[in-house]
């Protein structure tokens, strides 16, 4: 069983940066591929980063490619999403997600963990 808490989220206006955290508790973190995803109101949960259990490995949806960084410090048992350029259509509810196969979650149905999501807003 592994718990994960976001934070980090906020109202920024649009260019500005978040840097969201997500904590684990519980099994050993570094077993976990990790994953952000998001969910704008009205629309499905989408893919935004992954990132392998090694952290040697990184994905993106093109979306956020070049602007979104993910990273995960298995010592601290987090990992983090720095946001930067922000645009209004990045507003959404992130949400942390890890996968026991050591991959990074693709789709929501890979994911065996969520946490509880964090809001992020950007204005105009």
């Known amino acids: 069983q592994v718990q994960l808490v976001e934070s980090g989220g906020g109202l920024v206006q649009a260019g500005g940066s978040l840097r969201l955290s997500c904590a684990a508790s519980g099994r050993a973190f570094s077993n976990y591929g990790m994953g952000w995803f998001r969910q704008a109101p009205g629309k499905e949960r989408e893919f935004v980063a992954g990132?392998?259990?090694?952290?040697?490995?990184?994905r993106y949806a093109n979306s956020v490619k070049g602007r979104f960084t993910i990273s995960k410090d298995n010592a601290k048992s987090t990992v983090y999403l720095q946001m930067n350029s922000l645009k209004p259509e990045d507003t959404a509810v992130y949400y942390c997600?890890?996968?026991?196969?050591?991959?990074?979650?693709?789709?929501?149905?890979?994911?065996?963990?969520w946490g509880q999501g964090t809001q992020v807003s950007v204005s105009s």
């Open positions: 997600a890890a996968s026991s196969s050591g991959g990074y979650p693709r789709t929501t149905g890979g994911a065996d963990y």
């Open positions: 990132i392998i259990r090694t952290g040697l490995i990184t």
